[in-house]
């Protein structure tokens, strides 16, 4: 059994990744919901615009896969321009890029505030137990 001291600390990190899924399945799902409305007053999912929100949906998810990856978080911004660039087609579509990409730079902000308190040693993890 290893005593307290010889394990390894927690990554917060790791946790943070799996936001980072959480998010793109979330974002995937209202995407994919957004077809009926590209049905309805974007010409038909067989248009253009249907099969790139059929591409980025499926894109979203596949991502998930590789959210350890350093261009995991360039694509994912990529994607949310995308949509927002369906606002010349389908301006409801890239009302989601709009709120999705907020919620993406609010997620950057805190990874980046979680590597800040880790380097300088304040995280809760990183405190010696009693």
Do not use: H, Y
Not at 25 to 42: C, D, H, Q, S
Not at 49 to 76: D, S
Not at 85 to 95: E, G, N, R, S, T
């Amino acid at each position: 059994m290893t005593s307290p001291s010889q394990q390894k600390p927690k990554d917060p990190m790791k946790g943070f990744r799996g936001v980072m899924s959480g998010t793109l399945i979330m974002e995937a799902i209202t995407v994919a919901l957004a077809l009926p409305v590209v049905n309805k007053l974007g010409g038909g999912i067989s248009t253009g615009t249907g099969w790139t929100v059929i591409a980025v949906a499926v894109l979203l998810i596949v991502t998930c896969g590789f959210v350890k990856r350093t261009w995991a978080v360039p694509l994912i911004l990529v994607l949310q321009v995308v949509l927002i660039a369906l606002v010349f087609w389908l301006p409801a579509i890239a009302v989601l890029g709009v709120i999705f990409l907020a919620v993406w730079l609010w997620l950057l902000w805190l990874r980046r505030d979680v590597a800040r308190r880790m380097a300088a040693g304040t995280l809760a993890s990183q405190q010696p137990q009693p």
